[in-house]
C-alpha cells in the first residue's frame, strides 16, 4: 500500500490549507486514518483522526475547532482541513493507516503505513 500526503506550503498565520492523503492498493473505508506532526526537534504527535466507518472524528486538543478531517470515498482520498493555523502547527505532517482496535487510534505505533510527509510553515 501506497500513502501520498500533500497539500502543505508556507501560510500566514490565521490563513488556511488543505492536506490530502492518497492511497493506493488499499481502501480508506477498511482501515482507521489518522494526520500526525512532527516539529523540529519535537516527537511526532497525533492530531485527527477518522474511524474507518467515518462515523467517527477525533482531535488533538490544539487543534480541536480549527482542524477537520475527512474521506472521499470515491477518490479514495482523507483531507485535513486546517483553518486559523499558528506558528506552532509549523511541522511536518504525516497520513497513516491502522487497522488497530478504537481505543488506538490516537497512538502512532499502531499505524502500519504512512506516507512520506508534506510541510507546513505559518510565519508569524
Known amino acids: 500500500v501506497q500513502l501520498q500526503a500533500s497539500g502543505g506550503g508556507l501560510v500566514q498565520a490565521g490563513g488556511s490549507l488543505r492536506l490530502s492523503c492518497a492511497a493506493s492498493?488499499?481502501?480508506?473505508?477498511?482501515?482507521?486514518t489518522g494526520w500526525f506532526r512532527q516539529a523540529p526537534g519535537k516527537e511526532r504527535e497525533f492530531v485527527a483522526a477518522?474511524?474507518?466507518?467515518?462515523?467517527?472524528?477525533y482531535y488533538a486538543d490544539s487543534v480541536k475547532g480549527r482542524f477537520t478531517i475527512s474521506r472521499d470515498n470515491a477518490q479514495n482520498t482523507v483531507y485535513l482541513q486546517m483553518n486559523s493555523l499558528k506558528p506552532e502547527d509549523t511541522a511536518v505532517y504525516y497520513c497513516?493507516?491502522?487497522?488497530?482496535?478504537?481505543?488506538?487510534?490516537?497512538?502512532?505505533?499502531?499505524?502500519?503505513?504512512w506516507g512520506q510527509g508534506t510541510l507546513v510553515t505559518v510565519s508569524s
Open positions: 497513516a493507516i491502522s487497522s488497530g482496535i478504537l481505543s488506538t487510534i490516537r497512538n502512532s505505533d499502531v499505524y502500519a503505513y
Open positions: 492498493g488499499r481502501s480508506f473505508r477498511d482501515y482507521n
Open positions: 477518522l474511524k474507518r466507518s467515518a462515523s467517527n472524528t
